[in-house]
């Protein structure tokens, strides 16, 4: 195993289209790329207007999502906040959280650890 790795994020593959969410705009995940075991680091680039469509959470995993550009909202548990560029949300394990692009799309980085298996989502969870 190499001692670092240096990888572009639009190297990494958009799965978006695989889950039926490309007019939701991009997701890479980049932990398998850069070889990481412990940790994980995912690129999302939400269209406007645009909401993940699950909320989630972790048992173990806590998880750090970090506004790159553009605007947006995080619904945390029964918490609603209004995001802009370099805001971090913070989002300890069991919390169910989901986010939305305001009109102008945003750009994001989540990070955390990494434990196989431990995400739990549920559909249609943030409703207004």
Known sequence: MSEYT?????EITDLAPQFGMEAMGEARFARQQMGAEKIGLTYYRMNGGNRVGF???HSEVEEAYVVLSGSG???VQDDILDVAPRDV???APNAIREWEAGKEGMELLAF???AEGDAEMTQGWWTD
């Not at 240096?6 to 639009?10: A, V, Y």
Request: proline share 0%; net charge positive; no cysteine.
């Open 89 to 91: 949300v913070y989002v």
């Open 6 to 10: 240096k990888i572009n994020l639009s």
């Open 112 to 114: 955390g650890g990494h």
């Open 55 to 57: 909320g989630h959470t």
């Open 73 to 75: 909202r995080f619904k």
